[in-house]
């Protein structure tokens, strides 16, 4: 027998989940002692399954500073596991909840907008036709949120971005990569900015910074574009402007108001295709990085995930040719 496969036997033999849960609760309470009363325990009771972990793993999980534990490198994968396993155990009871009311089940998926108009809705068409009785639950937000969602076992699949693939923090995601995104610079179809007809005059930067702005919230990978927009220009970005999440709301902003936004291109062309706003002839010198697939690395994928992730992939093939 190999060498890995008696170790595997072997912790699988000396795990408990109660020690999966206190290892959690660590993780989301923040400190053992608040762990151990969320499960009930005495704090010695909770030291004592600690030890006996670390012993099973052969390895010490955390660095005792003060009165306080802090995950070493060790506990930041034996957690990364954990919270895999917690996350394919919820969708085993929700699996096995759909099997007894005779359906396909549910896929909880997170997506940033720009994927949705595009490779989502052929992905979901696509899986309804072989699963017609799959339920789908969408959640549209942004890549960092729905990470989020994803590690707290709300979701099954995200679409969207990976910040920072190579820390340590972010081994516990599976990373695919799908497409790019595209930005176009928005404006009212009255906008004083808008081109004339055939005209192929590009706009110069600072012609943008006379107008209001709607912007994304501080934090979102298109808010960190745009800020760098204008510092490569070496320009400040306008007072007043208004922030949100919504990319419905901004555009609603602008279309009555002498306001700019930056919105994902495939969505810009839809609203123009239908003279609800224009597209200014700018283009930006920074991009977004590439958007794609996360999944848990320990999750167990079952057939319908595995098939929307076929699905989401082929999108990327088709656009190739």
């Not at 340590?168 to 610079?185: K, R």
């Not at 107008?211 to 919230?217: D, G, R």
């Amino acid at each position: 027998m190999p060498a890995h496969s008696s170790r595997t036997e072997q912790l699988l033999n000396r795990l408990r989940m109660r020690q999966v849960a206190l290892m959690l609760a660590v993780d989301e309470f923040r400190t053992l002692h608040a762990a151990a009363q969320h499960l009930g325990m005495s704090q010695p009771a909770a030291t004592k399954m600690l030890h006996e972990l670390e012993d099973a793993l052969g390895e010490p999980l955390f660095d005792r500073i003060g009165r306080g534990l802090v995950l070493n490198a060790a506990g930041h994968a034996v957690m990364n596991t954990f919270r895999g396993l917690r996350n394919s155990m919820a969708a085993l009871g929700r699996e096995l909840h759909e099997l007894r009311l005779g359906s396909s089940g549910k896929l909880l998926v997170g997506s940033i907008t720009a994927a949705a108009p595009t490779y989502l809705s052929a992905a979901m068409l696509a899986l309804k036709q072989e699963y017609p009785l799959l339920s789908f639950e969408l959640s549209v937000d942004t890549s960092d949120r729905l990470i989020e969602m994803l590690r707290d076992g709300r979701l099954d699949v995200v679409i969207g971005r990976m910040p920072d693939p190579t820390s340590p923090a972010n081994q516990d995601c599976v990373f695919t990569p799908v497409g790019e995104e595209a930005l176009s610079v928005v404006v009212a179809c009255d906008h004083p900015l808008t081109p004339a007809p055939k005209s192929r005059r590009r706009l110069d930067f600072r012609a943008l910074l006379d107008y209001p702005w709607v912007l994304q919230l501080r934090g979102s990978p298109l808010r960190e574009i745009i800020e760098q927009e204008f510092r490569s220009h070496h320009a400040a970005v306008p007072p007043g402007p208004v922030e949100t999440s919504s990319f419905l709301t901004a555009t609603d902003l602008i279309a009555h108001s002498r306001m700019i936004a930056v919105i994902p291109r495939s969505m810009a062309d839809r609203f123009a295709r239908h003279n609800l706003l224009r597209i200014l002839p700018y283009d930006f010198t920074h991009s977004l990085t590439s958007w794609g697939t996360l999944v848990q690395r320990d999750r167990h994928i079952n057939t319908v995930m595995q098939r929307f992730l076929d699905l989401m992939h082929a999108g990327t093939k088709h656009q190739a040719e």
